[in-house]
């Protein structure tokens, strides 16, 4: 990972389609599910842009992951402050459970439902789920006490199970 | 059964990052709704991975690897230009001439704001001097920031009346 970050400081190009080859994927589904579909696109562009502009700020020998997902974070948390009035992720709550059976359908309410968490169990389900971290990493980019990250997690997914409920016949 | 004691322990358990702990087994043995919330755990971990399953959008990568290539030397002066006019527009626009459209004014400013002193030097020295890849990259790399907030005003004129 330190020849990533040497080749990033450097500005070479091959690093960089690197590091969209093996973060952008999950970098792009973090993103989404902490801004929603509509603003997805946008707002990983930007999460690049500002990793490009700032890695020079990352420290060798720390965890490269974990410096990607707070730029990351930063930049959702920054977009979330400035369109608090975003649209919600529809609620398949409404919807006949015998309907939302089928496994698209599930598939369907399990990403609404992350997205329409709480912000602070958001980020902690998705920085766990989709970028791999710890919760000691994850508390730590948060600035929060571990056992906090922890707690954040078990109610996202006690709302989780709650949805999920709601939809199996 | 004091399962609450245990909820911490319980979710470092499933991602595989506690320590051992005898407490925590002790009480699993003896609690069938913490073994089944542990099933829970990873069957739900499960659903979500497969649900999230999707690749980065092909038009975002291929728009977020244009920040890394350097520009086609013949069009290193229009950029350099570009970016120029850009600054020059913004001085324009902060002329009271333009009353019709303060947003916009205040964008091209933002704009220009953004631009760091190094930034700046580097294109003036690239307008005069265009050697190094490096130059030309940061110039180019600046000049495609400039057009895509530029594209980020228009849409979000559309989206939300105006707002930054």
């Known amino acids: 990972m330190d020849d990533l970050l040497e080749g990033l400081k450097a500005g070479r190009a091959e690093a960089f389609e690197r590091l969209v080859r093996d973060h952008g994927d999950r970098l792009y589904r973090f993103v989404k599910r902490m801004v929603g579909t509509a603003w997805a696109e946008d707002t990983a562009q930007e999460v690049f842009l500002r990793i490009h502009r700032t890695v020079r700020q990352c420290e060798p020998g720390g965890s490269f992951r974990a410096w990607i997902y707070t730029v990351a974070n930063r930049v959702c948390i920054d977009f979330l402050r400035k369109h608090p009035a975003r649209p919600p992720a529809a609620d398949a709550a409404g919807t006949d459970p015998s309907e939302a059976a089928s496994s698209a359908e599930l598939r369907d309410t399990i990403l609404r439902a992350v997205e329409r968490l709480p912000e602070e169990q958001r980020q902690v389900f998705l920085m766990r789920e989709e970028a791999d971290l710890t919760f000691r990493k994850i508390a730590e980019i948060m600035g929060c006490p571990i056992n906090t990250a922890l707690g954040r997690m078990h109610y996202a997914v006690q709302n989780l199970q709650k949805e999920l409920a709601a939809h199996r016949p | ?164």
Not at chain 2, 29 to 52: F, G, I, Q, V
Not at chain 2, 92 to 98: A, G, I, M, N, V
């Open chain 2, 1 to 164: 059964m004091d399962c609450d004691r245990f909820r911490e322990a319980l979710v470092l358990k499933r991602y595989g990052e506690g320590v051992p702990d005898p407490a925590l087994e002790e009480h699993l043995a003896a609690c069938a709704a913490c073994r089944e919330a542990l099933e829970d755990m990873a069957e739900l971990s499960t659903m979500y991975r497969e649900a999230s399953a999707e690749p980065l959008p092909l038009r975002v990568r291929e728009r977020v690897l244009r920040l890394r290539k350097p520009a086609p030397r013949f069009l290193v002066p229009l950029a350099a230009a570009a970016a120029f006019a850009v600054v020059f527009l913004a001085g324009h626009f902060r002329e009271p001439s333009d009353p019709a459209n303060p947003a916009r004014t205040a964008t091209s400013d933002a704009l220009v704001l953004q631009l760091t002193p190094a930034e700046r030097e580097e294109i003036r020295k690239f307008r005069n001097a265009p050697e190094s890849w490096e130059q030309e990259s940061f110039a180019a790399e600046s000049v495609e920031q400039i057009k895509e907030e530029l594209e980020r005003f228009e849409r979000s004129s559309f989206w939300d009346g105006g707002e930054l």
